[in-house]
């Protein structure tokens, strides 16, 4: 069992940044997958990132590409996803999502394990 718990969600300008966390604990965190998708209400949940066990591979969505990044710090079993020039259509609750693999993956059906979520809204 993974538990998942966000941070770092709020509200921002359009343009500003803001740093999500994603705090975990259970079982082997480092030799899992994560990801971040996001959510609106009525809509899908929408893939966002995602990085792999070692960290050396990374994946990102067409709309979110070069303004944001996902990382991972192992020793702290957390995930963190820094965006930057954040745009009105970024508003969304965003999910840390946990896989049982440790090879990325890019849709919501991948994920084993979710958080509760966090949301980031930006004003135009």
């Known amino acids: 069992q993974v538990q998942l718990v966000e941070s770092g969600g709020g509200l921002v300008q359009a343009g500003g940044s803001l740093r999500l966390s994603c705090a975990a604990s259970?079982?082997?965190?480092?030799?899992?997958?994560m990801g971040w998708l996001r959510q609106v209400p009525g809509n899908e949940r929408e893939f966002v990132a995602a990085i792999s066990w070692n960290g050396r591979r990374t994946e990102y969505a067409d709309s979110v590409r070069g303004r944001v990044t996902i990382s991972r710090d192992s020793a702290k079993n957390t995930v963190y996803l820094q965006m930057n020039s954040l745009k009105p259509e970024d508003t969304a609750v965003y999910y840390c999502?946990?896989?049982?693999?440790?090879?990325?993956?890019?849709?919501?059906?991948?994920?084993?394990?979710w958080g509760q979520g966090t949301q980031v809204t930006v004003s135009s």
């Open positions: 259970g079982r082997a965190f480092s030799s899992r997958a």
């Open positions: 999502a946990a896989r049982n693999f440790p090879a990325v993956g890019i849709r919501a059906d991948d994920y084993n394990y």
